[in-house]
């Protein structure tokens, strides 16, 4: 069987990394293979994982590469050196263009942290969606794993799974419940699932 080659792209801690990392030892992630991780940020810990875990990473920065333009031929260019065929964004802050996603439809994953369409879109990441959940006073929030296309989290929706919010939560207690009863699962299963289908085009 040849595995669905993946690219994981983060920006921080990593722990959605961590758990594609674990998905694969432990066998839930079978039918791919990460085979890269791209950081847009040189000081994330999720690049510690990655040299851990002895997968290949490369740094490619907005910032640093001066341009958008710049920034995505970066991504492109370490896309093509390791022959990836699916990308999974874990905690990546930055925004792809509508000229990258156009190219990969249907082969980029993106996990966010709350039941999409609530909360989500331009401005929405991180801590600040958990923030924004609390301060509208939803009592049930979630993850959402979806394909990405060129509307920020407007992608058709892979799967979702709902958390509830707890009296006294802050953004990181809230944050760290929906990492750990949704996030850390889903997006191991999503991408098993789409390797699979990619595995299977192959095979044909
Ligand atoms: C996760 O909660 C992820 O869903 C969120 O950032 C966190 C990254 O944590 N992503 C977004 O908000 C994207 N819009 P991690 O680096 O520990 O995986």
């Not at 031929?73 to 896309?79: C, E, R, V, Y």
């Amino acid at each position: 069987m040849v595995k669905t080659k993946i690219a994981v792209l983060v920006s921080g801690g990593g722990t959605n990394l961590q758990a594609l990392l674990d998905a694969q030892r432990e066998g839930v992630l079978t039918d791919g293979e990460i085979v890269l991780v791209i950081s847009s940020n040189d000081s994330a810990y999720a690049l510690t994982r990655a040299a851990q875990a002895g997968v290949p990473a490369v740094v490619c920065s907005r910032k640093a590469l001066g341009s958008q333009a710049a920034f995505e031929a970066a991504i492109s260019q370490a896309l093509s050196d390791h022959g990836v065929e699916l990308l999974v964004l874990a905690g990546f802050m930055s925004i792809l263009s509508a000229d990258f996603t156009s190219r990969w439809p249907r082969r980029i994953l993106n996990v966010h942290p709350s039941l999409i369409p609530a909360f989500c879109g331009k401005g929405f990441y991180g801590l600040k969606v958990h923030q924004a959940a609390l301060d509208y006073g939803v009592k049930v929030t979630g993850a959402t794993v979806h394909f990405v296309n060129e509307v920020p989290d407007g992608g058709e929706i892979l799967l979702q799974k709902a958390v509830e919010i707890q009296p006294g939560d802050t953004p990181e207690t809230l944050q760290r419940r929906v990492m750990e009863q949704a996030e850390w699962k889903l997006l191991p299963q999503a991408t098993q699932m789409i390797s699979e289908e990619i595995r299977r085009e192959k095979d044909q």
